[in-house]
Every structure is written in structure tokens, then in C-alpha cells.
């Protein structure tokens, strides 16, 4: 065992961060090791370890702000698409209005608005075991996607509507199989559910 306490070090070191700058000699003197270039000096090290973080606080701030902008494209499509929907007249319209705009605005393959009756086993079987917390994403069986769809699709979002609509599933589908995933953000989703709940009982 070594003859001090390491721990009783590394507490001393972090209390006394001006430690080094008492003792500059030492930044030099002391060696650490490195996989690539052997040992390097612990000034060497730190900014080694600075640019890293550096490099770590860049992706983080370009994350947030692809985040920024992606939030903000949806906020002012759900805007746009909020007023359209209010003109409408009858169902029909609607349908029309909500699938150009969806596909036009995000590129999706399909958008349904889907009644389901009890009589149909196949979309209550959907029903019951994809919407059990209101939401699904992700993919479906072929046997599902053709139920909902008509055709083979990539991967899906579902949302079951309000009581007041009956059993209504709000299904938009993409062609691309890892676009919808049940990590994702459900933001353009509920906000557009919201909406199809307050309009549709009027209509």
C-alpha cells in the first residue's frame, strides 16, 4: 500500500485548485500516461482534457440547437395547420385538409383518421393492444399496416382520439422504418391530437 492516503490527496488537490500555481514546477515534472504518446506532461494532459470538453460543449450546443429549430418548424406548422383546420366545413374537408399538410409539410406516406366498431376484431385487436397509453410508435406487422393502411409501410405513430369522437385512431405512417420510434417526441403529435379532439364533435 502506498504511504499516504490518496483520497485525502485528491480532497486536498480539489479544495486548493491555486495548488499548482504555487507550484508550477510541478505541472512539468509530473508525468501521466497516455495509450498514444506514451507519458505526457500534466499541463499536456489538462489541455488534452479541455479540448475535449470543448469539443463535447460544441456537439451539445449544435444538438440544442438543431432541437431549437426543429421545435420551432412544428410550432409554426401546427399554427398554419390550427387555422386551416378551423375553416373547415364538413369532415371531408377536414381529411383533406390534415393529410396534404402532414404530407406536404413532413413528407409521410399516409395520414387516416380511422372509426373502429367493435364488429371489426381486426382494428379492435389494434385498438386494445397498440393504444393501450393512447400512443404507439414504431412498426407494425404487415397483417396491421394493410388493416390501417392499405399497403406496406415504414413505421407508424398512433394516437387514440377523446371519448367524445368514440374510438378514433389519429395514424400517420412514414416510409422510412425508423422515423417514427418509441423514444421520439411526441410534440407535433399530441398538439395536432388536441386539435382533432376540440374540432371533430363540431363537425
Not at 499541463?43 to 426543429?70: D, H
Amino acid at each position: 500500500m502506498p504511504p499516504f492516503d490518496e483520497q485525502i490527496i485528491r480532497e486536498y488537490l480539489l479544495d486548493n485548485p491555486d495548488f499548482f500555481s504555487r507550484f508550477p514546477e510541478l505541472l512539468i515534472a509530473m508525468k501521466v500516461p497516455h495509450a498514444e504518446r506514451g507519458a505526457v506532461s500534466l499541463v499536456e494532459r489538462r489541455q488534452e482534457l479541455l479540448r475535449q470538453r470543448v469539443g463535447q460543449l460544441e456537439e451539445e450546443i449544435t444538438a440544442l440547437m438543431s432541437m431549437a429549430t426543429n421545435n420551432e418548424r412544428i410550432f409554426r406548422f401546427n399554427l398554419q395547420l390550427c387555422q386551416q383546420l378551423l375553416d373547415c366545413e364538413d369532415m371531408g374537408e377536414l381529411r383533406q385538409v390534415l393529410t396534404h399538410e402532414l404530407k406536404s409539410g413532413f413528407g409521410f406516406s399516409h395520414v387516416r383518421l380511422i372509426t373502429v366498431h367493435d364488429l371489426d376484431s381486426e382494428l379492435s385487436t389494434i385498438w386494445h393492444n397498440r393504444l393501450v397509453d393512447g400512443y404507439y410508435f414504431g412498426r407494425l406487422t404487415r397483417h396491421e399496416a394493410h388493416r390501417l393502411f392499405g399497403a406496406d409501410v415504414g413505421s407508424v405513430s398512433l394516437a387514440r382520439l377523446s371519448e367524445e369522437n368514440g374510438q378514433v385512431i389519429f395514424a400517420i405512417a412514414s416510409a422510412d422504418a425508423a422515423h417514427f420510434h418509441p423514444e421520439m417526441d411526441s410534440m407535433l403529435l399530441e398538439q395536432v391530437r388536441q386539435l382533432l379532439d376540440h374540432l371533430l364533435p363540431k363537425l
